[in-house]
């Protein structure tokens, strides 16, 4: 009961995913502004994207009145993840140098989409834990959906350190600033899922957390003297 | 919290990812070493040859060598094998690589910025 206690604190007014929508909004469209047709730039313009679409669906997820409702509302909140976690993992690895077919990075989440939205596989239902609604799920494919996430997830900033580690001093700086921010979400995230690993009652954290990223990425372009003027 | 064969199925799951990592990272620094830079396509066949080769050994060990009763003794010599072949593999690999790879990053990371 003290976890959901929490949560009545954090998503008061559901301004936390509000903000974040906006500022990601913006950020995506700053990051295009600045190079919209090198590639790079556009699959970070879509991972902000995705990560706005996240927040949009936590905003429906909090705002469901009734089971049904709370139910077609986490559905769209998986499709969200399902398009957010590759698209992460894609721009880190594009952005370390590595080129892969995008149809490989994607094909777990392809599989996983009609499992979710379509049958109780991976998540059995909606359960009402003080004001809100969280989403139950259990079995193998529960596990396998969760351990996809984390693996994905926890490889994209693998490879985003590595940049760091490569690159030289001038660099340095901002990619700092961009696995500080990406990393807290990445952070966030790892602790979602290890709470839905663990079935606590608990609503994910991570989409508006990413606020901090677009203030930290936002920043980074501040001290490059480039964009922002 | 787990079932008994949801924790064996996670267990399974991150052994699996290791060794599938392991092969890769072997692969890519024979490339490297090998002086060539060797495409993602390159390498992932060549992990798989490398999968490929280390389930046929174990098969052999189970079949033919030692009974499935010593399967604990088995898998734990198989990944402390491994795991040393991961550390050596992935030390060579990124010795190897750091060069063109440094200034290709810093062409990426202007991209982003605008700066070119």
Same mark, same amino acid.
Not at chain 1, 74 to 99: D, E, H, I
């Given at each position: 009961?003290? @976890? ?11 301004? @936390? ?40 669906a ?8 009734d ?6 509302a986490?559905?769209? =909140? ?25 149809f ?10 009609? !499992?979710?939205l379509?049958?109780? !596989? ?28 984390? =693996?994905?997830?926890?490889y ?46 608990? @609503?994910?954290?991570?989409?508006p ?21 | ?25 072997t ?8 002086? $060539? ?7 992932l ?8 080769? $280390?389930?046929?050994?174990?098969? %052999?060990?189970?079949? %033919? ?24 593999a &992935? ?10 790879? $440094?200034?290709q990053?810093?062409? &990426? ?6 700066e070119?």
């Open positions: 009961m003290a @976890l959901s206690s929490i949560f009545d604190v954090i998503y008061t007014g559901r301004i @936390l995913p509000t903000a974040a929508y906006v500022g990601l909004l913006l950020l995506s469209f700053l990051v295009l502004s600045q190079n919209p047709r090198s590639t790079i730039n556009r699959l970070f313009s879509l991972l902000a994207l995705s990560a706005a679409l996240w927040n949009v936590l905003f429906i997820v909090l705002g469901a009145g089971a049904i409702a709370a139910e077609s986490w559905k769209l =909140f998986g499709l969200s993840v399902l398009l957010l976690v590759p698209t992460w993992t894609y721009f880190a690895l594009y952005f370390a140098g590595t080129r892969i077919t995008p490989l990075v994607y094909a777990p989440s392809i599989i996983f989409v009609p !499992l979710v379509m049958t109780n !596989l991976v998540y059995t239902g909606v359960s009402q834990i003080g004001a809100y609604y969280i989403r139950e799920g259990s079995g193998g494919l529960f596990v396998a959906y969760n351990i996809y996430i984390l =693996f994905y997830i926890i994209g900033i693998v490879a985003l350190f590595k940049v760091y580690e490569t690159v030289t001093d001038i660099d340095k700086k901002r990619i700092k600033l961009m696995i500080a921010g990406i990393g807290t979400v990445v952070l966030a995230g790892t602790v979602d899922v290890l709470l839905a690993l663990a079935h606590a009652d608990a @609503l994910p954290i991570a989409p957390i990413s606020i901090v990223a677009v203030f930290l990425i936002g920043y980074s372009f501040m001290i490059s003297g480039g964009g922002l003027e | 919290m787990f079932g008994m064969v949801q924790t064996l199925l996670i267990v399974y799951a991150v052994l699996l990812a290791f060794e599938i990592i392991a092969a890769f990272a692969a890519a620094a024979i490339f490297r070493t090998g002086g $060539a830079m060797g495409s993602g396509l390159q390498h066949l060549a992990a798989m040859v490398f999968m490929m080769a $280390a389930t046929a050994s174990r098969l %052999a060990f189970y079949g %033919a060598i030692l009974q499935p009763e010593y399967f604990a003794a088995i898998e734990s010599y198989f990944y402390a094998l491994v795991f040393l072949n991961v550390v050596l &992935t030390f060579n690999w990124r010795k190897a690589g750091n060069e063109p790879r $440094a200034v990053l810093s062409r &990426t990371i202007k991209e982003f910025y605008g070119i």
